[in-house]
């Protein structure tokens, strides 16, 4: 089992910039960060594999950055650039094996609780 506890959501100027913290209990291969928007389904909008090779959504790309604090087990996501689309609640989740070629929920082992960010304009 791992625990997954994020945090450093809040409420952000349109064009600003927020960082999400994703503390683990143990490291996995793959770590992501997914989130749900106000009336919309969860998309997953960033990957990172153990070997650091990092993948982002369409939405979010050149934005958005994944990193990984091995020595911390801490995942972090940098939000740059935000727009009110880019609101809704973050997750993180983490699978075992290697991160898959796409984006999908089954695909993932293990979900933390989840912070909210709101993007004003």
């Known amino acids: 089992q791992v625990h997954l506890v994020e945090s450093g959501g809040g409420s952000v100027q349109a064009g600003g910039s927020v960082r999400l913290s994703c503390r683990y209990s143990?490291?996995?291969?793959?770590m992501q960060w997914w989130r749900q928007s106000p009336g919309k389904e969860r998309e997953g909008v960033a990957s990172?594999?153990?070997?650091?090779?990092?993948r982002y959504s369409d939405s979010v790309q050149g934005r958005f950055t994944i990193s990984r604090d091995t020595r911390g087990d801490i995942l972090y996501l940098q939000l740059n650039s935000l727009k009110p689309e880019d609101t809704g609640m973050y997750y993180c989740?983490?699978?075992?094996?290697?991160?898959?070629?796409?984006?999908?929920?089954?695909?993932?082992?293990?979900w933390g609780q989840g912070t909210q960010v709101i993007v004003v304009s």
């Open positions: 989740a983490a699978r075992e094996r290697s991160c898959p070629s796409r984006f999908g929920q089954s695909d993932l082992d293990y």
């Open positions: 990172i594999d153990i070997d650091g090779s990092a």
């Open positions: 143990r490291w996995t291969r793959c």
